[in-house]
């Protein structure tokens, strides 16, 4: 047996089979069960620290399987491999399964097994940083017997412990990139879209001189900001032509439904806020959604990403257009600056333009995010 056992549940034994055979050569060790209960079984007695499970089975469904596998085995990573995508499912497999990646049907060989490996290394760096804060309270409890290298010994606890947590932030990171990616992949006219917009908006944080932690969050907040795209039809998201009324109207509740999918999870509660209001209107219009804040009551965050949203959208091309040249994008910026926009936001950005010019709108634009993840 492999030092690493991932469980596979579905009530598709062809499906369990193929999966077989797409793992045979890889350095893991696959069991599978074509039931929910001889899932629950299974791993009575099989060590396993991944499982992933289909969502429609007769007996019990994935969510249900899936949050009592984590009141049984709290430290197991657990996914979802389903062909259903319904926003409901997805939101109620965060909340209550705390699942760790949503995998649709039919699945990419390479991205399953990447993800898999990810999932190891995610649950061995949890199960090490426990270990850790167990030997660093151990180490606490003795501080009075401890010799005069005892600040040394500590140091050294601490350093490996921060690196540990080091480690777990950047594999949340790069979670939340897969995601922001997934998101965009939807559309080939906005692949990379969010990555753009996030690299933009930190850079135009940058420009204003806010705190590092802000620019952290206006960068998180950014590659987020479409994740409740999700929860809109495809037919809507990928329509080659400008949307009528009512898609427009359907295509405006993608900031609730993606504050929505974030708010369960603990690390990213700050971010949910700027997600859910960036589409605010600076004036208070009716015009922005979805509350239709005014001023300073729209999170700073989302301020930002509107005015990199806006430049990246009119700078990159569309089924319906090319993009834009600057001296549109320039024109429209200044003609709404006070009204769409907060006029500070786009001051910074127009004195970023001035400085770097065309250099500015680069498609290639990466943030260097590990210049943050140690706090």
């Known amino acids: 047996m492999q030092d690493h056992t991932v469980l596979f549940v579905d009530d598709e034994v062809n499906i369990l089979k193929a999966i077989q055979r797409l793992l045979r050569h890889e350095p893991m060790n696959v069991v599978t069960a074509s039931r929910p209960q001889e899932a629950l079984e299974l791993l009575d ?4 620290q991944v499982v992933v499970s289909d969502q429609r089975m007769p007996e019990m469904s994935g969510v249900d399987l899936l ?5 049984r085995h709290s430290d197991m990573v657990r996914m979802m491999l389903t062909g259903y995508t319904e926003m409901n ?3 109620e497999a965060i909340n209550r399964g705390e699942i760790y990646r949503l995998i649709t049907k039919p699945w990419n060989d390479d991205e399953l097994k990447a993800t898999l490996r990810q999932a190891f290394d995610h649950h061995d760096l949890k199960r090490e940083i426990k270990r850790l804060n167990h030997v660093t309270r151990e ?5 009075q017997d401890m010799n005069k290298n005892l600040e040394g010994k500590v140091r050294e606890r601490t350093r490996q412990l921060d690196q540990k947590n080091t480690d777990l932030r950047t594999a949340y990171i790069q979670t939340i990139r897969a995601l922001a990616e997934a998101i965009d ?9 969010s990555e753009r917009v996030a690299v933009y908006a930190s850079r135009i944080a940058r420009e204003m001189n806010l705190q590092k932690e802000v620019i952290e969050r206006v960068y998180f907040a950014g590659l987020l900001h479409d994740v409740g795209k999700i929860g809109i039809p495809d037919a809507i998201i990928t329509k080659p032509d400008q949307l009528d009324f009512y898609e427009y109207e359907e295509i405006k509740k993608h900031p609730e439904i993606g504050a929505k999918i974030l708010e369960p999870v603990e690390f990213l509660h700050q971010i949910v806020p700027c997600v859910r209001h960036h589409h605010e209107w600076f004036d208070g219009s009716d015009r922005g959604y979805p509350d239709r804040l005014l001023g300073d009551k729209i999170p ?3 301020r930002v990403i509107l005015v990199a949203d806006t430049v990246e959208a009119m ?5 319906y257009r090319n993009a834009l040249p600057l001296e549109v994008v320039v024109a429209e910026l200044h003609k709404f600056s006070g009204s769409q926009f907060d006029p500070v936001c786009v001051t ?7 400085e770097e010019g065309e250099a500015f709108i680069s498609k290639d634009q990466k943030f260097d995010i590990y210049a943050f993840i140690g706090g």
């Open 45 to 48: 007695r099989t060590e396993a």
């Open 67 to 71: 949050a009592n596998i984590r009141e």
């Open 89 to 91: 499912i997805a939101v």
């Open 139 to 143: 180490q606490n409890f003795k501080l």
């Open 185 to 193: 992949a939807k559309d080939t006219y906005t692949r990379g879209h």
């Open 300 to 302: 700073l965050p989302s």
């Open 315 to 319: 700078t990159s091309d569309r089924p």
């Open 348 to 354: 910074a950005f127009l004195k970023l333009l001035e």
